[in-house]
Structures are given as C-alpha cells and as structure tokens.
C-alpha cells in the first residue's frame, strides 16, 4: 500500500492515537455492468420508395424516464438488373464520456444479417433497442451486402449513425476526509469522516459502516443526499489495532444505483500509539 496521508488528531497528548495512511484511498469493487439492453426489429422488405444510396441513420433517441431506447434505421437500394437479395446487419456500440474506444455490446437481433426478399427495388431495416443506461453513448454500425442469385456476394457496404447519448442521472458517493478524536473512554474514540455525492442525482437513504479491527460496527444512516451535498459520518468504536485497516464503506447494502460503483470505501492502516 502506498502512504498518502494520516488521519487528523484532536486528542490530547497523553490519549493520542495516530492513524497514518498507508491503505488505498479507494475499495476496488467490480465496476457495475452495462445493463443488457433489448432489441426489436421492423422491415419494409419492398419500400414504397427505393433509397438512393445505403444509409444508416438515428431515427429516435429517449433520455429520459424508464424507456431510455434508441431506434436506428439502415436502407440500401437494389441493383438495376439484380435478381438476387440484400443483406444488412446491425450492431450495436456504446462507449462513456470518459472512454474514447466504442465497445460492442451483444443485443439479441444486432449482430446477425437480416435477409430481403429477392428481386425487390430496396431494403429498410430499423431497429429499436430499450434498456439503454445512462452516462453511455450508443451508436450503430451498418454493414449492406448484395447476393445474387447464385449465391455470390457482388457489392459490400458500411455506414455509422450518429450517437444517442443518454444522460448520466445517477449518484455517486464518496468517503472523504477521515479522522479521529478522543471518546468518552480510554478504550473508546470517535471516527469521522465526511460522505459526498459527486454525482448528478439525488441518493436515496443508505448505509455507512465501519469496520475497525476486522469488525463492522453498527450501520449509521445517511440519505437521502442531493447533488453536490455532504453529510458528516460518526463512530464511536474501539481504538484500531497497530497495522490493522480502518475501512469506512459508503452504501454498504448496495442500494443506491451509482455512476462509479468502485470508489465506495477508504481504508486506512493504523499506526503504532506513540
């Protein structure tokens, strides 16, 4: 563990406790997955209108409410004098705000070549994907093949849409500037330490524990916490023992939905009494 900081002491000389760092400023959980989302599809295998060219586009993008979804549309024209069928697959990318590589994201009915009916004057295909999570971007990446009639691929294509960027809405708590002062016993001190939600949205109530010596003390409840907002933590427990961590872990039931799922906790070691 790499040393950081020490906690700060109020303590009169003779009861002073010292808690240098030497923890991580962070508890490493897993970070959250991406919620699965889901697809439907629609085809207009003989459009009213033939497209002049393959396109992909974004036909409708909601970010709000519980239906957050995106419908992208792609159409390709048939070949003059082509007797054979269209081919077009979908698939899905999403990335963060913070993340410059899209990644795929697997969706039933992306990622699978939708077939026309031969002979016809073009091809349309859109597809509607509900589920989507904020603070991510999701595009669509397009690909258009023409297969004749004997089976031969005799033209290929691929188009992007633009993205349907959904807004980050959640809360994001954080444990923040810990400490310790004498308690009311020799055998007893106060942890504090302050709780911040550096999200965009308002947590609902939760948990704060801590665990001193390998034990958890009592929950503290905290919440609901808005935007931007603060609240101090405090524990009366037993002194830590030399060398032991100090954890203190916000939303320890895992009840709040959060932005960043993996900066939930602050640990620190105890240093020896001097």
Known sequence: MTPLSCFQSQMPDARK?????????????????????????????????????????????????????AVFKGSMPGIKGFNGRMEMRFDLY??????????????????EWDLSDPRVSGFIIKKRVSGLQGGYNYRAVVRFRWRNDAGKIVRTGRKVTVACKQPDTAPDLVVREPSIVAGPRNDVVVYQATVTNTG????????????????????????????????????????????????????????IPESNETNNA?????????
């Open 94 to 111: 999403a990335r963060t705000k913070d993340t410059p590589v899209w990644t795929e994201v697997e969706v039933d009915g992306f990622g």
């Open 17 to 69: 406790l010292l808690l240098a760092l030497a923890g991580a400023a962070a508890l490493a959980a897993p970070q959250a997955a991406m919620a699965a989302p889901v697809a439907t599809t629609a085809s207009l295998k003989a459009p009213l209108k033939r497209p002049s060219a393959p396109a992909a586009t974004l036909q409708g993008c909601v970010t709000t409410g519980p239906s957050r979804s």
């Open 200 to 255: 965009v949205g308002t947590a609902a109530p939760f948990d704060v524990v801590l665990a001193v010596n390998g034990v958890a003390q009592p929950a503290q409840r905290i919440g609901p916490l808005a935007a931007g907002a603060s609240a101090p933590v405090t524990f009366q427990a037993p002194r830590c023992e030399a060398g032991t961590i100090v954890r203190f872990t916000v939303d320890a039931k895992a009840e």
């Open 266 to 274: 602050l640990e620190r070691r105890c240093a020896p009494s001097k």
